[in-house]
């Protein structure tokens, strides 16, 4: 996850709540994708060593436990760019300019300056994330898809090439539940159209008042279409007890969208706070984030070391003689 900003509701439903689950299945490594992040931030880049205690906090406090899973720093473990390099050797330009997530990303963060060569090369730097720990599975949207797939043609040829050295990553698709942003669009830190996993409750009952709602219900009396409605939408998802009774309400018109949004702001904070109370925690004792992140960066550097020894001696490198 690139830490470029507070994680929200789309976070917690798209990622973290899966991740949780994976730790009981798989044996897990979780990073915090700086380098990623820089590619969009550099011109802002001090926000970022902010945003990585502030994610983590979020991460411990949703339920991601280091005793069950690998928590580090892309930036800290080296072999992410010794890898990136051997990728990129093996990349042909017009596998990264097919990306389609490439396209999107130049058309979403439209105010940055990011037409470069490390945005280009992104998905050359995601293949080395996975490959290092030779992952075979790796947790996915479906927007994600020709990422993987251009992972697995690099592994093929660095294996056809050299040696077999990495397994080929498969998708794990999870279904996510599809949760839209305070006015409709897609819930995103670019649009700042969010509520985080962090805002106080004032905050929570204040974005929830400004919802987007069903625009066919104008006046209190007329039934609404709650289908259709995002704030409905969110009642299901996350306090999904109420959602026969929203549903009720808005179809026979019984309570008012500003009611109905004000409830949604009550239940949300009450949601929130047991996440909140433990993210509280972890915020005001900053040294055990960075007690977890060193060990998380010591059993990482173990994994990434051994398989760029491999690495290096596929490709007939001499050893690095620090290692
Ligand atoms: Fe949406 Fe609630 Fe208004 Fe119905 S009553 S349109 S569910 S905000």
């Known amino acids: ?7 929200h509701l789309g976070h917690l439903v798209g990622a973290l709540n899966n991740w949780v689950k994976l730790q009981d299945e798989y044996e897990c490594f979780f990073m915090v994708a700086d380098w990623h992040a820089l590619m969009s931030e550099y011109e802002n880049s001090k926000i970022i060593k902010e945003m990585i205690f502030d994610n983590v906090a979020d991460w411990l406090a949703a339920g991601i436990d280091p005793q069950k899973s690998t928590i580090f720093i892309q930036s800290q473990v080296p072999e992410h760019l010794e890898l990136e390099m051997v990728f990129s050797v093996l990349t042909p330009l017009g596998w990264l300019e097919r990306c389609p997530t490439y396209k999107e990303q130049m058309r979403e963060l439209k105010d940055r300056h990011i037409s470069t060569y490390a945005f280009l090369g992104y998905p050359v730097l995601q293949a080395a994330d996975i490959c290092l720990y030779k992952s075979l599975v790796v947790p996915v949207g479906e927007d994600q898809l020709p990422h993987l797939e251009l992972t697995r043609e690099i592994v093929r040829k660095f294996n056809g ?3 077999e050295v990495f397994p080929e990553p ?3 698709l999870t279904k996510v539940p599809r949760l839209l942003g305070l006015d409709g669009r897609k819930m995103s830190k670019s649009y700042g159209n969010f509520i985080a996993l ?3 409750p004032e905050t929570i009952m204040k974005k929830t008042q400004g919802m987007f709602t069903d625009p066919k219900r104008i006046r209190k009396t007329d039934p609404g ?3 259709e409605c995002n704030v409905h939408r969110t009642y299901e998802i996350f306090i999904p007890e109420m959602k026969e009774k929203v549903h009720h309400w808005c179809k026979n018109a019984e309570v008012g969208c500003t009611e109905c949004k004000k409830t949604l702001g009550e239940c949300l904070a009450k949601f929130l706070s047991p996440i909140q109370e433990k993210r509280r925690d972890y ?5 055990k ?5 060193e060990y998380g960066r010591a059993q990482a550097a173990k994994v990434a070391g051994a398989t760029m020894k491999e690495v290096r001696d596929a490709i007939g490198i001499l050893p690095c003689p620090t290692k």
Do not use: F, V
């Not at 996850?1 to 994680?7: A, D, I």
């Not at 915020?283 to 040294?287: C, D, I, Q, R, S």
């Open 225 to 227: 279409h709650p289908d």
């Open 1 to 7: 996850m690139r830490p470029t900003g507070r994680l």
């Open 170 to 172: 498969r998708p794990l």
């Open 198 to 200: 962090s805002d106080a």
């Open 283 to 287: 915020a005001e004792n900053k040294h």
């Open 289 to 293: 984030i960075e007690q977890i992140l």
């Open 161 to 163: 090439l050299y040696k």
